[in-house]
């Protein structure tokens, strides 16, 4: 990547990883192509679970993972909404994330794709509710508070300094570029998709052709309620001198039948608005408010 293309001195390079799979001789690779980021793959502290969601690691690989990758830059992902899942469930797995000493927690509700064996647990009533998994959600977000984990956006919490950056450039509706199969980009409020299949990718770029199957230009008022979906995610909100900047006028005025209906749930900032802490989970039921 640094021989085609200017690469900050600073970037973030994070690397998604199974903690069943890691070995010292890998990182030691992957650190000297250039990741100083690991997301792993936690899931759940319950091994049980863990086996019941076809997870190869278990909680003793974690922590072994995580003693390898001592010192790095490490974030966990774990599950709420699982089979029979409990609070101290929630609890066990933040506290297991905490003990391998991550810096970064991201905290995502399980939705269970048709098609999946999950799914069928969803229609037979097997998984928690959706208040059942609002309460667990909540238990978490309280949970990594008392643990020094801020929230920044709905489902991601981190200690002072450890946001994603890359998170965050996606959050503000900044561009990006997808390397490989499948991987998508945005560029000059275009969003386009590589094609999945592997020997199509690789005929492409033998041949110096692209490899993509998907494009779409954003425009007017997509690009705008883009930004407010993406920007009412997060726990600052959206800025009201950005939102001018982007797009002119003001934004209060132009919305300001829509603010009404949603004033119970939205406050402002000392430079803009945003989503009240306790709504912030149900974030999609108050943003879609903002679609004409």
């Not at 001789?25 to 502290?45: C, D, M, P, T, W």
């Amino acid at each position: 990547m640094r021989n085609f293309y200017k690469l900050s001195e600073n970037a973030e390079i994070t690397l998604e990883a199974n903690p069943g799979t890691l070995s010292a001789e890998k990182i030691k690779i992957y650190k000297k192509a250039g990741i100083n980021r690991f997301s792993l793959g936690l899931q759940s502290a319950d091994d049980k679970t863990l086996y019941k969601l076809g997870r190869i690691h278990t909680a003793k690989d974690f922590l072994f993972a995580c003693e390898l990758l001592k010192g790095e830059n490490v974030s966990a992902d774990i599950l709420l909404g699982l089979e029979d899942q409990t609070k101290d469930d929630v609890k066990n797995s933040i506290d297991l994330a905490i003990k391998g000493g991550v810096s970064h927690i991201s905290a995502y509700t399980l939705k269970a794709e048709e098609g999946t064996p999950m799914y069928g647990k969803y229609l037979n009533g097997d998984l928690p509710s959706e208040d059942e998994q609002a309460e667990l959600y909540d238990f978490a977000r309280a949970y990594l508070a008392e643990k020094g984990f801020k929230r920044y956006e709905v489902s991601n919490f981190c200690k002072e300094g450890y946001e994603s950056k890359h998170n965050m450039n996606y959050w503000n509706r900044g561009e990006y570029i997808g390397f490989g199969v499948s991987a998508s980009s945005f560029i000059s409020e275009r969003r386009f998709t590589n094609t999945e299949k592997i020997d199509e990718y690789v005929a492409c770029i033998l041949r110096n052709k692209v490899a993509e199957i998907f494009s779409e230009e954003i425009e007017g008022d997509e690009r705008e309620f883009e930004f407010l979906m993406l920007g009412l995610r997060t726990e600052k909100g959206i800025s009201y001198r950005d939102f001018t900047a982007r797009f002119g006028g003001d934004f209060r005025q132009k919305y300001a039948d829509k603010l009404k209906t949603v004033e119970k749930y939205v406050e402002e900032t000392e430079y803009g608005i945003r989503i009240k802490p306790e709504f912030l989970y149900v974030q999609n039921t108050i943003i879609i408010n903002f679609m004409d």
